[in-house]
């Protein structure tokens, strides 16, 4: 998914997996709507992690991949810490950092200073997590790629030899006092180009500007063979009460002749000087230094801004585009570590491509039910097996008695499983699926101009359509907003066509004469087999457990009616409810 980086944290190298994204009512339905938002305060990392779960692929070795990583994350509490420290550091970079900036009039001299002390951050932020990756006790294949991966950016971008010559060449703006131009002039002593010397530690010393100036155009010992600096030179500091007898000087007809005798020279040199002698020359001076040095320094400046660039680039972009991947697996982990300290159990799960329809999920329990107890010892745990025999489960039991809460639970298993995250049962090995599909009750606003029975078809054909044999699908007492009659001639066909494309379901209803139908409906099956399973009942009370049966019928009706006082007997006498 990371496109930057040619590398992912939510898929190994060279794999790219075809995905499918869950229809948007799926995380709702399936209870996980409560585990998103629980999983972090910010807006922006909740609409992150949401969008990874929802993309589903049935790709086997992307699970394993990313289980992997989960595992190492969850089991290194302090690789999360230091990450994330990382995060916030590379956050406040991007934010306040000066690397963007495209105008050369815009980057001056200090810019410049200040973006090799970003490109020095930025180092040690790739160094930093190296060093974060380089734990032993890290074991998956993600994490040990990630390291390799960020250690091949760090030696192609040549990031050691950068860090030496920054720490060698990188000068602090606060040690500069004085910079040193050279003026190139023609033969009428014209300025034609002026260039930088040096960068100096210290000031020039204050002295005789004129006296000096004239012994250097008088005096032929004075005139030197090169260019280079020999450290004599002095400084005559031009303040608001000298500047003007100083200007005066080089404005009149002594000091036009100085600089150029024709017309023409005196005019361009003028016009030169009438530049630094505005009357806020002195207040403004550094910003006309910072002008002249960027206009003198022009392509040097572009040439070091695109080259630093590139090296921020490299260590910020690539690495932060791996950011919200990792902030995906380390807000999951901190909370199902959470849980587990609260009680509850969770497991590695096992994906496997055999090409067959097959899963097997011991001591599983809905996530959102867990989340919501205080005490999670009372949650009771539950086994069920999807294979050939076993495809289209035909749930049946009393109302609350918790079939829309195992419904739910099969379908976070796949979602958590398939996301790479731990998930609640003791243990879970599965085919991955391709996408998961629910057909829960509507809110009555969305069946006013089909009516429920209509809006139910609709929408059981429209998931029908779109499912494959690979597919997972959820359905919670579906057809059940008509008649009986109406309602099992609609679900029966429904079933078959279910079996004929051999796509595991779990079918949650009070029509029990479906469940009753479940043999016959097997053998009119071309392979695949459906079953009966019910939420048992134990000495009249709901234990919340499935088992493979066949309906128990009016005991349900009769356990109703008895705990609500409407049996015949408990009517006449006026015997209160239990």
Known sequence: MSKQTGFSLLHPSGNEPE????????????????????????????RMIANVLSQITDDADVAAYRQQIFGDILRLPELRKNMLELFSKIQFMKDF?????????????WHLFHRLDELDSYIKTVETMRDCLSDKKIRSEGLISLKKHIAELYDDACFAEMKADIAALKVKA??????????????RFEAVSIGLVSVNRKPFKKSGIVSNFADAITSKDKLRDTSDWDGDMHYQVIDKEEKQGFFDFMKNDAGSLAVGTSAAGRSKGKSTLMNASADDAAAGSTFYLDTVVNKMLASLVKKLRDTLTKYANTAIVNVSALVPEFIYYIRCAEFISRLMEKGCVFCEPQPVSDGSNSVSAKGFYNLKLAMNMENVSEIVPNDLEFDKEHTVYILTGANRGGKTTITQAVGQLFVLAQGGLFVPAESFCYVPCDCIYTHFPADEDKTMDLGRLGEECVRFKEMFSQSTSRSLLLMNETFSTTSFEEGYYIARDSIKALLAKAARTLYNTHMHKLGEDAEELTRESTGAGAASLIMRTENGKRSFRVALSKPEGSSYAKDIAEKYGVTYDMLISGQQYL
């Open 97 to 109: 950092s000066t690397m963007h900036k495209t105008s050369d009039e815009e980057l001056g001299l």
């Open 174 to 187: 606060s040690d500069v006092q004085s910079v040193t131009l050279g003026i190139n002039v023609n033969e």
């Open 19 to 46: 995905y499918r994204r869950l229809p948007d009512h799926v995380i709702h339905d399936i209870g996980l709507e409560a585990f998103c938002q629980a999983l972090s305060d910010d807006a922006k990392e909740r």
